[in-house]
DNA sequence: GTCTATAACGAGATAGAC
DNA sequence: GTCTATCTCGTTATAGAC
C-alpha cells in the first residue's frame, strides 16, 4: 500500500452517503448538497469524483448489486439446507429495513421511469441475479426436502423477490419491521412446510 | 347543468394528469411546470386550485383512497365467492400496472420519508383500509369455502397487499404485466387450492 | 483532490392585472 | 379562474485557483 492509508477514500465515502439518502428518500430525493453537507466537503469535489447524479447512481447500483453478490456467496459457503439459506436471504432485507431504508434496488424501481438508460439496465440485470440465485436454492431445497412447492422453481423466485420487496415497501410506512417480519416469516413457512 | 359542461373542471383535470405523473415518475419526479405544460395553462392557475405542491400530494391521495373504496365496494356488490372478489382485487392491480403505472400509495410509500405530515397519514390509513377489507374476504372465503389458508386472516392480509404492491414494483423494470399476473396467479392459487 | 466562485437552469411560490 | 411578471431558492454543473 504505497497511497492514501488514511482510509476508505472520498469516493467510497460518497458513495456511503449518497447510498443510504437513496434508500431512504429516494434518487429524486436528495441532492449533490445533501452528499456533500454531510461529508463536510463541496459539491464540486463530489463532481470531480461522479461527473453527474447519474453515474453517481450507476456507481452506487453496481457497488450495491456486487455486495449483495458476495452476500449471496456468503450464504451459499456457509452451507445449510436451503430452507436456512432462504431464511438467511430474507434477512439480508430485514438487515435494510431495520436500518430505516428502502432496498436499493426497489427504491430505483419505483423511480425507474426516470433514470437514466445505464441505471435501468443495472437494475434489471440485479433483479434477474436475484432470480437465479432463488431458483438454485429453490431447486435445492426440493432436492434436499427443506422446501416444498409446486411448479416450477423459476416461476416461484419472482415471487419470492417481489413480495420481500413489497412487504419492505408497505412495511416503512408504519415504522419498524414487524410487518416486513410477518410476511416474510409466513412466506418462508408456506415454503417449508410443505404448501405453496 | 347550467355552467361549465364543457369539462370535468379543471380541478380535476390537475388532478388527472397529476396522477398519472406521480404514478410514473413519482412524487419528487414531476413538477408543476409539468402538469402545467400537460394542460396549456400556467402554473400561477394551478397554485390557485393547489396552494402548494403537498395539498396537491394530499388531494390526490384522497381522490385515490376514495376510488379505491368505492372499487372495492362494487366487488362486495356484484357478490359471488370470495375467491372470486379476491381476483377481482389483484386485477384493480393489473389495471394500473396495464397503463404503465404504480399503484400510488406504493409509490409514495417508497418516497414517505419526503412526504408531508398529513400525506404519511392519508397512506397509512389507504393500506389499514385496504388490510381491513381484505380480512373480511379472507373471513368470508374461510365460510363459504373458496379460500383456505392457515392461520388469522389478520396475518395474511397485509402479506396479500405485499406482494401485489412488491409484484408490480419488480414489474415496471420490465415492462409488460407477464411479471405481475404470474405472482399473481400463484398468490390467488395458493390461496384457493388449500395452500398456505 | 478540494476549494471558491459562478453560471445556468428549474422549482415552488406570490402579487396583481384582467 | 387564469394570466404575466417576478421572486427566491435549490440543483446540477463548470472554470480555474490552490
Request: hydrophobic share 45%; aromatic share 8%; with cysteine.
Amino acid at each position: 500500500m504505497l497511497q492514501s492509508t488514511k482510509r476508505a477514500g472520498t469516493r467510497s465515502a460518497i458513495l456511503d452517503v449518497a447510498e443510504r439518502l437513496v434508500q431512504r428518500r429516494g434518487f429524486n430525493g436528495f441532492s449533490y448538497a445533501d452528499v456533500a453537507a454531510e461529508l463536510g466537503i463541496t459539491r464540486a469535489a463530489l463532481h470531480y469524483h461522479f461527473p453527474g447524479k447519474f453515474e453517481l447512481g450507476e456507481a452506487l447500483i453496481e457497488r450495491y448489486a456486487a455486495r449483495f453478490t458476495d452476500a449471496l456467496a456468503a450464504i451459499d459457503a456457509a452451507g445449510g439446507p436451503a430452507s436456512s439459506k432462504l431464511r438467511a436471504y430474507a434477512d439480508l432485507y430485514l438487515e435494510v429495513l431495520r436500518d430505516e431504508r428502502m432496498c436499493l434496488c426497489g427504491m430505483l424501481a419505483a423511480e425507474h421511469e426516470t433514470l437514466s438508460e445505464p441505471m435501468r439496465q443495472i437494475i434489471v440485470g440485479f433483479l434477474d441475479d436475484n432470480d437465479a440465485w432463488l431458483v438454485g436454492v429453490l431447486e435445492s431445497g426440493r432436492s434436499d426436502g427443506s422446501l416444498t412447492f409446486t411448479g416450477p422453481p423459476e416461476d416461484l423466485a419472482p415471487m419470492v423477490v417481489g413480495t420481500l420487496e413489497g412487504a419492505m415497501l408497505v412495511a416503512r410506512p408504519y415504522g419498524g419491521t414487524a410487518r416486513f417480519e410477518s410476511v416474510a416469516a409466513r412466506l418462508i413457512a408456506d415454503l417449508t412446510s410443505g404448501v405453496a
